[in-house]
């Protein structure tokens, strides 16, 4: 039982871990599957979660916090689409100063508008996204097995993390079964493909990466405002980076991003379940392996010895008309 | 052949626009002093005095800059190869360990002096181990060196991590940190020579790795501009096809560029390592490999752009320093945003203000008038 | 005749220096299959680019069933009814066959009723003109063959009454053309208009009514095609340029320097580029390898010099194999005493971003005499250069210029100075003087004879026939990567350029 309720617990975590992987994944999803690559997952997250705080601080709205995020984030996307797409300009440059744009500024302007030392101030009530209990999860709660998973495991989440699932179909739903998302893969295998069938290969990547900045930004807001209770400085810790290798370890397929952010959640998670003590039959394995091993299992995915990540053939490479 | 603009001068095309694009990203830096309610022309005099004011503020800066000195020739390199080596940050933490490991076992035997050329090659050969499977698995196996790098600065921050709090911590101790260096693993401070030009000097960490770093700098261009190496990197860099036409190896040419890479990565520890905090301590590459890319981005990876490009940004670290104790509102944190605005802005977007400027000079050049692209503007 | 399907007015399109398209008019008949036929870079592409919205032309206008339509988008121009098949297919290679056909003319924000829609439209195709193909594999598991007709049923599934052919049998097997021109004749019966563009006479006697001939950018004929010959085609699309005359005396052939057996060479889709070719160069002849640019003689180039891996074959170079299984190492070939100047200058001959005197040791730089110590002799390099710089009229005369500065025929005089210069034994050169003005041909040209009175063996590849009448001793014609015959230097033009055309002597006799 004891060891049950810690697997309960474990998986709980699990999920809340991988939610802002997740969202961010699908964000990155969206550009990389247009052919433009995004590292700047990272930094957009990051100005979304301060955005968040920050709104939510001032209107004590968590709605306010939502808008805010998406807003800047998206603004940032096109600053990443104006380089990359408007000026062809190159896309890992763009993206890398996007994250540092991102990290000074959610710093500077932290402190310099509420001044606790990078922080926004700490939220409560309203101005936060809080668990939301399931329909019948009370009145089921004392069910063993059956109240276990659903009124501990599957209930009491943010709405931001119901949504983020909710958004694993759905992007499959867009991506495969809706003209956007033909013209979009279509995009980012073959844009001369896209151009010669008279569609415009700019406005078709300007609105991947602005889909992009939308769920990039609400990454962010489930890290200020629902995993925690306000924004803190560089609080991201590498996620949009973590995010980007689960989007290669799933070979840029929506549910696929789904398992490889759960498995990397999951990672997270153990690793600070087990922090300090040892494991059963493997013994003591050094947290720091458990945090490198998204990394580790990313470079091994890329060196193709299990599989082999095939990015979207356009990627990376701005659309010069052929002569 | 599909551009209808006028040809540049030589001056415009490696002065003037990368001038524009710096002073642009410094534009919209000041926009952000502005929105936090302070003056940026004020906080810009603070910063340039909080640098260059005093004897004891040129040497911190100059400190900065030995960094940013060796992983802007670290990015640079790369990039001549058409490589964007982006995990300058981890092959410097990990050549930190080198450091470290030369210094714990000589310290006490051995003099700084013979220390030194042991730790240089200790630096580097870490750094250039950590850069080597990177290199191997894009020349070999087509992986994406920008994400294969990214990954192994995590890799190589949690491998520092490890080893500090379980294997070099000395027994006892709190913090995860080396033991501090004897004299014999301690570098030389060069403030005398700062003093010999009539600063003065109180205590600072400005150490002999800097003249280390000038002599990369003078290396590197050897290297580039001067060898047969050299020249085999820039064919790769400029035309893959080239290079196969001219019988270079591109597996070859791609993996000891990236050791070369590396090496330089992994020898900016020195400088913090065994010039100034004489241990190892965690997290003390503290981003310098990512203000190479931007030092190489605005030294148009030439080691005389590099240095002076080096220099600003040691300047705006220092100054940054000093500007947070008169500006409250403004951290260091404030150089970051600098940082990135520069790659945006002579990086990403450096073509962006070219065709005005080609505009410019097509109308100001009466022999350059045959374009024809630009008459609407004329008009 | 019929009313015009198309009537292009004076089309003029430039691209930077490059005169594409000078001042073309041209009427296509309704539902009638009409040919362009012109050698590489003669503009056909580029009209037909025009033609579709690709690219806008500088002047002139385009009629579109007798009225006047502005086609600024390939998306104008599919609404008039033009659909295009392009000679690199424009599809998208992880896509289903109905993916590919319904992208941009989806209809609907959802794909399911589109999709069954185009599942129903295909099987009437399908019907109406026999192009089958299985509607829902991917594409990149098709055959060429089948993957062209994927751009054929877009062009349909757009309602497209026009459809051009950008060099349609490129990659097709001749049985796989044969079933094309099948369908090509089917559309027409349902009253299509076809534009044909190839640089085939073949195809073009074989499928089309009438025939437009393009030259540098213009159209200098328009014939019915039961009323000309091959011959006049071949002799319109060559045209009788100034005659190149090379002062040259009888050639005296040595030893075998270069001897290529059985050599088979496949590009990276698959498709042999190169079909077991033989030949051998001697020492003191040039040997001119004609043909239409694309059918097998860069790759050819590529193979011998060490660029590209062979098949199968072999390659003999002074005496002594070379190794093509692993692409043998060019630094080793030129070593051996193989030179060569590429086709491509600006990628492959030349970095353009390099100082002249850099280009000048491109591939030779690792010899002794360009090294001091560990470095580069600079001066060394420089002063070389300067000398060939003067030797060979470079100009201007600045060994520290810009590459990308020189003119194009310049360029190939730094190339070209750089090869010979090396005194190789053997001398390997594609196109060499593509791009180049008429006054350094005249150089070129002397410099290559020079080589061959000196002992060289000279193996020289030219879509200009009459470079390689005026220069070669031997000439070996090749077409869709085969030597389909060798001739004498004094070879009649008409009866090269039958062969270019892959026109069989047999054919051409009845």
């Not at chain 1, 990540?309 to 490479?317: L, T």
């Not at chain 3, 190149?244 to 050599?263: D, I, M, Q, T």
Request: glycine share 10%; with cysteine.
């Amino acid at each position: 039982m004891e060891f049950f309720n810690t697997l309960i617990f474990l998986l709980d975590s699990t999920i809340r871990l991988s939610v802002p992987l997740l969202l961010a994944a699908l964000a990155g999803l969206y550009a990389e599957r247009s052919g433009v690559f995004d590292i700047g997952l990272e930094g957009k997250m990051l100005a979304g979660a301060f955005a968040a705080g920050a709104a939510a601080a001032i209107s004590g709205s968590a709605w306010a916090g939502l808008l805010a995020a998406v807003g800047i984030a998206v603004f940032l996307s096109l600053v990443h689409g104006f380089a990359s797409i408007t000026h062809r300009g190159n896309q890992i440059v763009s993206g890398v100063a996007i994250n540092f744009i991102a990290a000074g500024s959610t710093i500077i302007l932290g402190q310099a508008w509420f001044a606790q030392g990078g922080r926004t101030p700490s939220l409560g009530g309203d101005a936060r996204f809080g668990s939301i209990q399931l329909p019948f999860a009370e009145a089921l709660s004392g069910v063993p097995l059956v109240g276990d998973l659903y009124s501990d495991l599957l209930s009491g989440h943010s709405l931001i993390a119901y949504i983020a699932f909710l958004l694993v179909p759905f992007t499959w739903w867009v991506l495969f079964r809706t003209r956007f998302g033909l013209r979009l893969r279509a995009v980012g295998e073959n844009p001369a493909a896209v151009d010669t069938a008279g569609i415009s290969v700019a406005w078709l990547r300007y609105r991947a990466v602005i889909c992009t900045g939308v769920l990039t930004g609400l990454a962010g807001t489930y890290l200020a405002l629902s995993q925690n209770a306000g924004f803190v400085k560089d609080m991201t810790a590498g996620r949009g980076f973590i995010a980007l290798a689960a989007l290669i370890f799933a070979k840029w397929r929506p549910v696929p991003v789904m398992f490889a952010c759960l498995l990397f959640g999951f990672l997270d998670a153990f690793s600070i379940r087990v922090q300090g003590t040892g494991l059963p039959l493997i013994g003591h394995v050094p947290v720091q392996f458990m945090q490198a091993l998204p990394y580790i299992l990313t470079v091994v995915l890329l060196a193709g010895f299990i599989g082999r990540a095939e990015p979207p053939r356009a990627g990376g490479i701005p659309y010069v008309k052929e002569r | 052949m599909s551009a209808p603009y006028a040809k540049l001068p030589a001056w415009a095309d490696y002065g003037l626009i990368p001038l524009i694009n710096l002073t642009v990203a410094f534009i919209v830096a000041g926009l952000v002093v502005l929105l936090i309610g302070e003056n940026p022309l004020r906080a810009a005099v603070i910063l340039i005095d909080g640098a260059v004011g005093r004897g004891q503020s040129i040497a911190y800066t100059l400190y900065y800059a030995t960094s940013f000195i060796f992983t802007g020739l670290a990015v640079a390199v790369a990039f001549h190869c058409g490589l964007f080596n982006i995990g300058g940050e981890g092959q410097a933490y990990i050549g930190g360990l080198g450091v470290a490991l030369v210094c714990l076992t000589f310290d006490s035997i051995l003099p700084w002096w013979l220390t030194f050329p042991i730790a240089i090659a200790g630096a580097a050969l870490f750094g250039a181990a950590w850069a080597f499977i990177p290199a191997y698995l894009q020349a070999r196996r087509g992986s994406h060196i920008v994400i294969t790098t990214i990954m192994f600065n995590f890799i190589a921050a949690s491998l520092m991590v490890y080893l500090l709090v379980n294997v070099l911590k000395p027994a006892g101790s709190q913090a995860p940190q080396t033991r501090t260096f004897l004299e014999g693993g301690q570098l030389p401070k060069l403030n005398w020579l700062l003093e010999a030009l009539g600063l003065s000097v109180r205590s600072s960490p400005f150490n002999l790795s800097f003249l280390l770093a000038l002599l990369a700098a003078f290396l590197v261009w050897l290297l580039i501009w001067r060898t047969r190496l050299g020249y085999e990197i820039r064919t790769r860099g400029h035309s893959a096809k080239a290079a196969r036409y001219a019988g270079v190896s591109e597996t070859r040419i791609i993996v000891i560029t990236m050791l070369v890479s590396g090496a330089l990565a992994g020898m900016m520890a020195l400088n913090p390592v065994m010039g100034d905090q004489n241990r190892l301590a965690i997290d003390f590459v503290s981003g310098a490999g990512f203000v190479g890319i931007a030092v190489a981005l605005m030294g148009r990876s030439h080691p005389a752009g590099i240095v002076p490009a080096a220099i600003l940004f040691g300047i705006l670290y220092q100054g940054g320093a000093e500007l947070a104790f008169e500006m409250p509102g403004i951290s260091r944190d404030m150089i970051v945003i600098i940082q990135g605005l520069v790659i945006l802005f002579a990086g990403a977007l450096e073509h962006m203000f070219r065709p005005g400027i080609q505009g410019l000079f097509a109308s100001l050049s009466p022999r350059s008038i045959a374009v024809e692209a630009k008459q609407g503007e004329r008009a | 005749m019929a009313d015009a399907a198309i009537e292009l007015v004076g089309i003029d399109k430039s691209f930077g220096m490059v005169h594409a398209n000078r001042n073309i008019s041209l009427k296509i008949p309704a539902g009638t299959i009409h040919g362009i036929v012109g050698e590489n870079g003669a503009g056909k592409s580029t009209l037909m680019s025009i033609l579709y919205g690709f690219y806008q032309a500088d002047r002139g206008e385009i009629l579109v069933g007798g009225k006047r339509a502005d086609i600024q988008t390939p998306s104008d121009a599919i609404a008039r009814g033009i659909g295009m098949v392009h000679q690199h297919f424009m599809l998208v290679h992880n896509f289903t066959v109905l993916e590919n056909v319904i992208l941009g003319a989806e209809g609907e924000p959802l794909l399911k009723t589109s999709i069954s829609k185009a599942r129903a439209e295909l099987q009437r195709l399908e019907r109406d003109y026999g192009l089958e193909v299985d509607p829902d594999a991917v594409v990149e598991d098709l055959p060429v063959g089948l993957q062209q007709r994927v751009e054929i049923l877009k062009a349909l599934y757009r309602g497209a009454d026009i459809l051009i052919l950008d060099e349609p049998t490129g990659v097709l097997t001749p049985a796989e053309a044969d079933h094309l021109f099948r369908i090509l004749r089917q559309l027409k019966e349902e009253g299509k208009t076809v534009v044909l563009i190839t640089h085939k006479l073949r195809e073009i006697m074989a499928v089309t009514d009438n025939v437009s001939v393009m030259r540098q950018g213009t159209v200098v004929a328009t014939r019915k095609t039961g009323e000309t010959t091959v011959e006049e085609l071949a002799e319109l699309m060559v045209g009788r340029r100034v005659l190149l005359r090379v002062e040259k005396g009888p050639a005296r052939p040595g030893e075998v320097l270069l001897s290529v057996r059985n050599l088979t060479v496949r590009d990276a889709r698959g498709v042999t580029m190169v079909d077991n070719v033989s030949f051998d160069v001697r020492a003191g002849e040039i040997v001119g390898i004609a043909g239409v640019a694309g059918n097998g003689q860069s790759e050819l180039l590529e193979t011998i010099t060490g660029i590209r891996k062979a098949v199968s074959g072999t390659v003999t170079l002074a005496g002594r194999p070379v190794d093509l299984t692993g692409a043998a190492d060019p630094a080793e070939l030129r070593a051996r005493g193989m030179a060569h100047v590429p086709e491509d200058r600006h990628h492959m001959g030349l970095v353009l971003a390099f100082e002249e005197s850099e280009n000048s040791i491109l591939g030779y730089h690792r010899q002794e005499r360009y090294r001091n110590g560990p470095l580069l002799d600079v001066d060394a390099i420089r002063s070389d250069a300067r000398e060939k710089i003067e030797k060979y009229d470079i100009r201007p005369a600045d060994c520290r210029l810009r590459t990308a500065n020189f003119s194009g025929g310049n360029q190939q005089k730094i190339v070209l100075a750089r090869e010979m210069e090396q005194d190789p034994k053997v001398l390997i050169v594609g196109q060499p003087t593509r791009g180049v003005d008429v006054g350094a041909i005249e150089f070129i040209h002397k410099r290559l004879i020079e080589m061959r009175d000196r002992g060289k063996a000279v193996l020289l590849v030219s879509v200009e026939l009459d470079e390689i009448r005026a220069l070669s001793d031997r000439i070996l014609v090749m077409f869709a990567g085969r030597i389909v015959g060798e001739r004498e230097a004094q070879a009649s033009e008409g009866e090269l350029g039958l062969l270019m055309a892959g026109v069989e002597q047999k054919e051409a006799a009845e």
